[in-house]
Nanobody, 123 residues
């Protein structure tokens, strides 16, 4: 069983930056990893994903060019660098891990989920 712990959320002004980190309890270097988010009164949506090898990423159109997903397999962490934040980025952000190597945009392809970290962007 893999447990995921997110950190790095908080309150930031529009235009600012935050860096989220996800630390799996087990070895997940071959797992695809993803970030999803859920805003109040909205369904959870895909944000970004990275292949098990780290050689391949994919982003939602709404964050492309502003967010960067990366993984440090030596430290067994996955990060989401968020720049040029907007109020509409306000949400609870979830880290997810898939036993598959290939990345996915689909929630049901992920086997493990973190409890989420709140990101609030003020205007």
């Amino acid at each position: 069983q893999v447990q995921l712990v997110e950190s790095g959320g908080g309150l930031v002004q529009a235009g600012g930056s935050l860096r989220l980190s996800c630390a799996p309890s087990g070895r997940t270097t071959t797992y695809a990893m993803g970030w999803f988010r859920q805003a109040p009164a909205k369904e959870r949506e895909f944000v970004a994903a990275i292949r098990g090898s780290g050689a391949g990423t994919y982003y939602a159109d709404s964050v492309k060019g502003r967010f960067t997903i990366s993984r440090d397999n030596a430290k067994n962490t996955v990060n989401l660098q968020m720049n040029s934040l907007k109020p509409e980025d306000t949400a609870v952000y979830y880290c997810a891990a898939s036993r598959r190597w290939e990345l996915s945009l689909v929630e049901s392809d992920y086997d493990y989920w973190g409890q989420g970290t709140q990101v609030t962007v003020s205007s």
